[in-house]
């Protein structure tokens, strides 16, 4: 069973774009699930639209980490997907990624190739002042991930407390040694608008960088302590 989880803060414009392309899929979700983060514009009226097909839940605005984690402990599918609101699924994602991890039972989670596209909304004035490499590449993105619910039992839930919540999980689950695979082939579309988390939250560069030296660290910590006793024994 696959449930793909979809949080929204204020995405009226983008949301419908974001369902779609998820009950495009040739192999279906079993369950989409979205997860209002206390949107105040219309995303409630236009996700209340899908209903029954898609399931909705409404929560203050607690950030992208507790939308995430809520959808996890609201969903019952055995492998899991995500979704940002204003990206969108080439229609084979979940049917490719499924057979990935079916095909190998001792692989965690599955990343894909994903390309950025200027939203076409954007004016010719805006559009200029956006970097949008059109390069397909291989990405460790969350909107690139199908993953075995057992891996958040592992690894444990999304940080609240922090803005890169996905960075820092994603280093949790190296740390955990989960075994992932990049799938050569382009199955998600990332919008590049000015709304954009990533460029109205210019700090969260520092804050990848802060959350990869923690890793970093543990990891070395927990190298020298495997060598302390090693030598001990």
Not at 62 to 85: H, M, W
Not at 177 to 196: K, S
Not at 204 to 219: G, H, N, Q
Request: glycine residues 6%; negative net charge; proline residues 5%.
């Amino acid at each position: 069973m696959i449930s793909v989880i979809i949080p929204v803060l204020n995405g009226e414009a983008y949301i419908a774009q974001a369902i779609e392309s998820v009950l495009d899929q040739t192999l279906p979700a079993d369950e989409v699930v979205v997860i209002n983060d206390g949107s105040s514009d219309g995303t409630a009226e236009i996700v209340r639209g899908y209903q029954p097909r898609v399931l909705y839940h409404r929560q203050p605005n607690l950030g992208p980490g507790a939308a995430r984690n809520l959808g996890i402990r609201e969903s019952k599918g055995d492998q899991v997907a995500f979704l940002d609101a204003d990206d969108r699924w080439l229609p084979n994602k979940l049917a490719l990624q499924k057979a990935a991890l079916d095909a190998d039972p001792a692989l965690d989670l599955v990343f894909s190739h994903t390309r950025q596209f200027l939203s076409p909304e954007l004016s010719e004035e805006h559009a200029a002042t956006l970097i949008c490499d059109e390069t397909v590449q291989p990405s460790p993105l969350i909107s690139c991930l199908l993953a075995r619910r057992e891996t958040f039992e592992r690894v444990g839930p999304f940080r609240t407390d922090i803005k890169a919540e996905f960075v820092e999980w994603y280093l949790r689950g190296l740390e955990a040694g989960l075994r992932m695979r990049i799938l050569d082939v382009l199955l998600v579309e990332r919008r590049i608008h000015t709304a954009n988390f990533t460029l109205k939250n210019r700090d969260v560069r520092l804050e990848y960088l802060r959350l990869l030296k923690a890793s970093l660290d543990r990891r070395r910590s927990r190298m020298s302590g495997n060598a302390a006793a090693g030598a001990l024994a």
